[in-house]
């Protein structure tokens, strides 16, 4: 079966995870994304958060698996003449350019927009940084906590009494990544449809902002005082003596909060006040957190969650990250897929969690340093085994 972005080349200079998580995503969805790296090291993640053994047997870390999957992976030295000149000729066959680097970096390479657009009108280039253009913050460096303090998010998660706390999903890096790739298919089709490219600019800091639009729209119906902590989204103590033995139910309606109170044993919880204000319970969410852990303090957290939810309370236990992989509805649906890697051998991780009646996925692990350079360099530049050996030695590739 056919792939949705099939067709669409993109030549990814990506790095860390910002940029890489955008690309993974367009690539499950068959775009041949094309990563480039640096000879001989690679790119950072590729020794990120690895263990010592795992170092010195010349193993790819598992962030980078988990980002660059169903990708093709060369090398190429873009500080070289002819390196700098392999890139723009690959430029010519390209719908896309992605790269996050840090400010002004591809220009000082000699491939900015300028350049690029140049080389090919239809380029659409896509750059993400940490604070994006245009603000006295641009040119600062920035990371995925960076991005979410700054962003709000920080400031309102937690509870009242903590101080302010990071979100544990990365949203500043794998968040901004997911908007770059929308800006990215909004100038492709855009692209289709007049021939011309164009600059997709996507900030971290930017797509936190986004992610928190919520929290912020609310605030203004407390005075305009910022939004707070809410322990109103604190997770309740289930049985078991786990650091995750927890489940969350939201009672955002009267009607769940009644059910709920009932399936407690806390009818004397249901009163018009408590069942008809949100307000109110937020106010006093103290009380109901008492009476609703007399009763999940007895369950397991999977229990409470499958009581409740069949009652069509909103409510879930709190996986943790070895329970989400072995969750038997993620793997059921496919969102948990296993990958065959030629050194790690057989892993699970996510997949991709968009879903198409008309088109599937195939999985691929992330590629090895350099594995398609021979059959990238033929495709594109019709480079022989021959020239590609003295690439080698001259440390182009």
Known sequence: MAKVLEGIRIIDLTQWEAGPACTLQLAFLGADVIKIETPGTGEVARTFIISDEDAKRGLDAWYF???????????????????????????????????????????????????????????IYAENSGYGKGGPYSHYLSMDSCA??????????????????????????????????????????????????????????????????????????????????????????????????????????????????????RKDMITDELKNNIRTRIERYSEIKEALEGWTATRDKMEVFK???????????????????????????????????????????????????????EYKAAPLLGQHNGEVYGELLGLSEEHLEKLRRDGVI
């Open 65 to 123: 698996l988990s980002l660059n999957a169903n990708k093709r992976d060369i090398t190429l030295n873009l500080k070289s003449s002819q390196g700098l000149a392999m890139f723009k000729e690959m430029v010519k066959t390209a719908d896309v350019v992605v790269s996050n680097f840090g400010p002004g970096v591809m220009e000082k390479l000699g491939i900015g927009y300028a350049v690029l657009s140049g080389i090919n009108p239809k380029i």
């Open 148 to 265: 979410k303090a700054v962003g709000g998010a920080f400031s309102n998660t937690g509870l009242s009494t903590t101080p302010p706390l990071g979100p544990g999903p990365t949203i500043g890096d794998t968040g901004a990544g997911l908007h770059m790739a929308i800006g990215i298919l909004a100038a492709y089709i855009h692209a289709q449809k007049t021939g011309e490219g164009q600059v997709v600019e996507q900030s971290m800091a930017d797509a936190v902002i986004n992610l928190n639009r919520v929290p912020t729209a609310i605030h203004p119906l407390d005075d305009g005082e910022p939004a707070p902590r809410q322990a109103y989204a604190e997770a309740l103590k289930c049985k078991g003596d786990g650091p995750n033995d927890y489940a969350f139910i939201n009672l955002l309606t009267p009607k769940q909060y009644e059910m709920a109170m009932t399936a407690v044993g």
């Open 307 to 361: 009581t409740l939810a069949e009652m069509g309370i909103p409510a879930a236990p709190v996986l943790d990250t070895k329970e989400v992989l072995n969750d038997p509805h993620f793997n059921q649906r496919g969102m948990i897929v296993e990958f065959d890697h030629p050194h790690r051998g057989k892993f699970r991780m996510a997949g991709c969690p968009i879903r198409l009646s008309k088109n599937d996925y």
